[in-house]
């Protein structure tokens, strides 16, 4: 296991400090438990809320030949979407002890490589109680109405040199 000169060191020199008073180690359970806590929530969100919205919108997607993707990795649920110029990403995440975000990130490709613009905005939720089922649907609905919200290309007016204006109409 470990090399035995230092395991005898480890161990004579954090000897002296092994009690460690019941109040901190109180402490240390309580937080524990208020843990186990915000990832029951986060469970009970992810599971009754979130995946049944994310199952019956791939659904949506999927009928419609509309390029999407959904993966997972460690406590992340992502969902991406592909459009001709346009992709977005719906990252779902327990971003820290307590809480859960939802990270929009909405990239438009331009005409030429490095043009491309990025929108990324994030919705932040208490995971000390219960979150209501509601919450997952307008996070999708939020994403997707962003990134529908550009897509006409606006009309192109005529070719105006440098510091002159179009006549007003």
Not at 61 to 90: F, M, T, Y
Not at 126 to 132: A, E
Request: with cysteine; aromatic share 8%; hydrophobic share 35%.
């Amino acid at each position: 296991m470990y090399d035995k000169v230092f395991a005898k060191w480890w161990l004579a020199r954090v000897g002296p400090f092994k009690d460690v008073p019941p109040e901190k180690l109180e402490a240390d359970r309580e937080a524990m438990r208020r843990q186990q806590d915000y990832n029951r929530n986060y469970a009970t969100f992810l599971n009754e809320a979130v995946l049944p919205a994310v199952d019956e919108m791939t659904q949506v997607l999927r009928k419609n030949n509309i390029v999407h993707r959904v993966s997972s990795w460690g406590n992340q649920l992502s969902l991406r979407v592909h459009l001709a110029w346009r992709w977005g990403e719906l990252v779902i995440m327990q971003s820290h002890e307590d809480c859960v975000t939802f990270e929009h990130h909405i990239i438009t490709e331009g005409e030429k490589r490095g043009d491309d613009s990025a929108q990324d905005h994030s919705h932040v939720y208490d995971l000390r109680d219960p979150l209501p089922e509601a919450v997952g649907t307008q996070e999708l609905q939020f994403f997707l109405g962003r990134l529908a919200q550009d897509l006409v290309e606006p009309e192109e007016g005529a070719e105006l040199p440098p510091g002159e204006t179009a006549p007003p109409e």
